[in-house]
């Protein structure tokens, strides 16, 4: 009958449980790495989103129909692309709903420009800046 060499055992499975620590640790940074690339890629977008919203106050006050339109379409084309969802937001019903509303006013704050409506334009941008608040302050209820 041939001995069981423990020792053996023991240095084999000290082996494998350091490499499954080692693994699952790598994983456990390659995620945290992920959610910060996308965290910084979000500011950036979200700065850019900000940066067309400082223009639609600038050319309002300067009845710039035409920059209003521009930035307008900007924000609403920002709205379709995929930086815009947030993953870790539990009701996704409800951020669509804002998205969807956020596109809406977009629009309408496009039409109104091409209108040359001093006052839809007004009402439009007002509108959008009300949807954008309350949308941030779904998103950062949701997720605290």
């Not at 995620?31 to 600038?58: I, P, V």
Request: positive net charge.
């Amino acid at each position: 009958m041939k001995r069981i060499d423990w020792k053996s055992i023991s240095r084999l499975a000290l082996v494998m449980i350091l490499t499954a620590s080692g693994i699952i640790a790598y994983q456990a940074q390659a995620q945290q790495d992920d959610l910060a690339g996308r965290r910084a890629k979000r500011s950036t977008f979200m700065k850019m989103k900000l940066e067309y919203s400082k223009n639609l106050l600038e050319a309002l006050t300067t009845e710039n129909y035409d920059k209003i339109q521009a930035n307008a379409k900007a924000l609403k084309a920002m709205s379709l692309a995929a930086e815009w969802e947030v993953a870790e937001i539990p009701s996704v019903q409800e951020y669509l709903t804002y998205s969807t509303d956020f596109q809406r006013l977009c629009d309408d704050l496009s039409k109104a420009a091409e209108r040359k409506s001093i006052d839809g334009v007004t009402l439009g941008f007002t509108q959008l800046t009300i949807n954008c608040v309350k949308c941030h302050q779904f998103v950062r209820f949701k997720k605290d």
